[in-house]
């Protein structure tokens, strides 16, 4: 192996959201992907651990194939990154909806406000993106976004209850229910 493990990994992360041949900077996503990868995603709702998991498996699949017969079990037991926890709740999306697992990935892009972030935009304002990106991702993370979903991964129009309070999980289930997406 030439290149260091964690940049195959990434790379094979943006592969299942986009394409990796695409370095057209106003098509391209490096940056923020970067910068989710970097950024640990913790639970405070209960259950919302399996999206953790679900996040470290992604770990797993890479692994197996790319037939690695031996990785450092250090690397494979760090916490799960916010790019992890998004990609695999998108695959999980994607199974439960007739929409790709890229296609949710962009769908929580754009819930959080950070779609905008191609890397064109983010090198004209580098400093402002990487607060605003990392602003959505402690909004989501922390669960300061509004009651109805509002500037977390699924906004509602007509919540049940506060989604501040509701596992990742139930919170998909009920926007795919809005939106028909079943």
């Known amino acids: 192996m030439t290149r260091p493990l964690d940049d195959l990994y990434l790379e094979w992360l943006y592969r299942r959201i986009g394409s990796v041949r695409n370095r057209n900077p106003a098509r391209s996503y490096w940056m923020l992907v970067k910068q989710l990868y970097s950024r640990e995603f913790v639970w405070l709702i209960a259950n919302d651990d399996n999206r953790c998991a679900d996040g470290k498996d992604l770990r797993e699949l890479f692994v197996t194939e790319l037939g690695f017969d031996k990785v450092d079990p250090n690397w494979m037991d760090l916490g799960c990154s916010m790019l992890e926890m998004l ?6 999306a994607a199974y439960e909806s007739d929409k790709s697992e890229g296609d949710w990935f962009w769908i929580f892009m754009q819930n959080m406000g ?3 972030f191609n890397d064109a935009y983010y090198k004209n304002a580098e400093k402002a993106a990487l607060l605003e990106i ?3 991702i402690q909004r989501v993370v922390w669960r300061t976004y509004s009651p109805d979903g509002e500037g977390g991964l699924f906004p509602l129009r007509h919540p049940s209850e506060d989604q501040r309070r509701v596992e990742l999980w139930y919170q998909l289930s009920a926007y795919l229910l809005e939106n ?3």
Request: aromatic share 0%; net charge positive; hydrophobic share 55%.
């Open 134 to 136: 990392d602003d959505a």
């Open 87 to 92: 990609i695999a709740l998108a695959k999980r």
């Open 114 to 116: 950070i779609r905008k």
């Open 180 to 182: 028909s997406l079943v």
